[in-house]
């Protein structure tokens, strides 16, 4: 199983703080009732997967595919013949400026996992520990700003023209996560992302939650890394996992 989520990877590169307040000792002030203002619901969309409804929060910034993105996620998902994109999220103001896609998120399940059920622990002990690696090191030091501005490249090894550069990095007690690096041209266009993914189970479904972005350094893949992390843990909580 561990070595299904490596290697398709490679394919779905296709592309509150609270304000604090102070109170006179005396005199009491008189208040009156006011009402209190209502939370905004949470921001969410889902899918159903073999049988089971699967809730994704929606990370903040980011919509589902609509207008011309249905297009480009179907594309997007079309290429991909190993996994089943159940989800594809793009930033609200690309959609809304109709602009090409600059960061974006999608959630895949292996196909050949898809009548796999398995506990988030059954999951972790069959991917096995983070290999050693200098990008596993750096992602995981506190000592990273000092590195920030470093090309990825420096650490994951030579650029090639297409293709993309996959490490293992953590695991958790929600996932298994994965960076890297990817590149490649279409057309006159070329493109050069990071991007990080985490493993997980919802439900006792294998899924995988991919975040892409624009950047190549080790900065820019430990801030999309930060935020596959923040997004799995929402993605449980909000699946009761």
Known sequence: MGRH???????????AM????????????PRTSTPVAALPPLRTTDFN????????????GYCPASGRF????QLTAAADKENLTTASLYLCDDIASDTAPTRYALVKTPRKLLLVKASRSELLAE??????????????????GK??????????????EIGVNIQPVAADEYGYYITGTGQGSAGTQTFQVCFAGVLT?????????????????????????????????RLIKANGD
Do not use: C
């Open 5 to 15: 989520f490596i290697t398709l990877a490679t394919i779905a590169v296709g592309l």
């Open 18 to 29: 609270l304000a604090g307040s102070s109170h006179a000792a005396t005199p009491p002030v």
């Open 49 to 60: 997967l073999i049988g089971d409804n699967i809730i994704v929060p929606l990370p903040a």
């Open 70 to 73: 249905e297009g480009i996620a």
């Open 127 to 144: 991917m096995g520990a983070i290999p050693p690696s200098e990008l596993a090191a750096l992602m995981n030091s506190e000592n990273l």
């Open 147 to 160: 590195e920030a501005s470093k090309s990825a490249s420096e650490v994951l090894g030579a650029k090639t």
């Open 201 to 233: 189970t919802i439900k006792g479904h294998v899924i995988a939650y991919y975040f892409y972005a624009p950047g190549q350094t080790l900065g820019d893949i430990a801030a999309v890394l930060a935020l596959t992390k923040a997004e799995v843990r």
